[in-house]
């Protein structure tokens, strides 16, 4: 059977092609979208859309305000890390915590953060610690979770080793539970990176600080589909950068894991 150029071609050309055709397909959609049903509504075109992101780009105030939430998503995924490692430890290292904490821990992953927003805006006001701990109590379950499950994963072989070897318990940390926990940790990792720039908008949407989620209630209070739509589409883009980092850091850390080496951390 003869194979068609295409199929002849390297695995990461064909990549490209089928990326190149899919991101082609969506945006004649979307244009034929904006030029049908949601005319009416002023729903902008791809290149209006480029236009008008093109403006912004040239004013200190939109990358101003990338700048405040992509700080505060950092910032509050930083106290969550911080937070949530070793409270995962200290889960995970034992089985009789393990079992008795998984009500709590079940029940603070459910609830929504973004339901205590009036109560944190009562005590914070529109500031940025709003959005911080608004932050914190979103993204710090994911990373308890992952490390408690990353602790109770170890395999006892290893443990067995750390004791016939006599390492201390900074050794035990350091060579033995530390590699075999990174895989799950950085996955926890990951989903609260997303949670935390996901709620920093959302607390600057709703609570009135500074920041992207603030600029888009503006331009959606004075029916600005145009900037809105560019917001949206800003925030959407850094949810995708911020995703890309951790992807290239858990490459650089574990870079000895066989999900790394195969490709599976993408």
Do not use: C
Not at 40 to 47: C, E, I, Q, R, V
Not at 50 to 72: C, F, K, R
Not at 175 to 180: G, I, K
């Amino acid at each position: 059977m003869t194979r068609t150029p295409f199929r002849a071609a390297p695995p990461g050309v064909r990549r490209l092609v089928n990326r190149s055709l899919a991101i082609l397909v969506a945006l004649a959609v979307w244009h034929l979208f904006a030029r049908g049903p949601g005319a009416s509504s002023g729903f902008p075109t791809p290149g209006e859309s480029l236009g008008s992101a093109a403006e912004l780009a040239g004013t200190g105030a939109y990358w101003s305000n990338i700048a405040t939430s992509v700080e505060t998503a950092l910032l509050g995924l930083g106290l969550a890390v911080l937070a949530g490692v070793p409270v995962g430890l200290l889960i995970g290292a034992d089985e009789r915590v393990r079992r008795s904490t998984q009500l709590v821990l079940d029940f603070g992953r459910t609830v929504p953060a973004i339901a205590l927003l009036p109560l944190f805006l009562l005590v914070f006001g529109a500031t940025r610690d709003l959005g911080v701990v608004l932050i914190l109590v979103s993204a710090i379950w994911p990373v308890i979770i992952q490390t408690s499950y990353a602790v109770g994963e170890i395999s006892p072989q290893l443990r067995r080793v750390g004791r016939a070897y006599h390492l201390s318990r900074w050794h035990r940390l350091r060579y033995l539970v530390a590699p075999s926990m990174l895989p799950f940790v950085f996955v926890g990792l990951r989903i609260a990176a997303t949670i935390s720039l996901l709620m920093a908008i959302s607390s600057e949407f709703l609570g009135g600080s500074d920041g992207l989620g603030y600029v888009l209630l503006q331009a959606m209070q004075i029916n600005d589909t145009h900037r809105a739509f560019v917001y949206s589409f800003t925030a959407a883009i850094l949810g995708l950068v911020l995703n890309l980092v951790f992807v290239l850091l858990q490459r650089r850390v574990l870079w000895w894991h066989p999900s790394v080496r195969k490709g599976g951390a993408a």
